[in-house]
């Protein structure tokens, strides 16, 4: 193909990608979350008292960077740790309740950003853009 026309998508995929995570990364900052901590947060409303390990596994994230993200959500209330009790050695996470009502407004916020990112795409295109993003993710795997 058109070597411009594979500049320009990569361009645009680049320019979308950086304004889409610098608004939400704003939107959650009035919530007192980061970027990336929200996915913490959505796995552990599917069912809490999860290990770091399995967070580890499920962020895709290195162990130290959900270290960081359990200690700045445990500190700002939103989870708390508890040890194991068959074993000690494991530090099981749960939510508080303000981490259990964060949810709602966390939800809201996602969804004012893909409005923000879809609302002139026709149902239509929606399909068509999502077939053609899996494709792309598959192309990189």
Known sequence: MNDNVDCDIRQSLDKVSSQMRRDYSES???LNLYVGQEN????LWQGDGITQMQLCDHLKCEPPTVTNMVKS???NGFIYRKRDEKDAR???????EKGEEIKGPVDLKWQQQQEKLLHTFSPEERLLLRDLMKRMEKNLS
């Open 28 to 30: 959650l900052r009035e």
């Open 40 to 43: 913490l947060l959505f796995r």
């Open 73 to 75: 959500l445990e500190q």
């Open 90 to 96: 494991i530090m099981r996470i749960f939510l508080t």
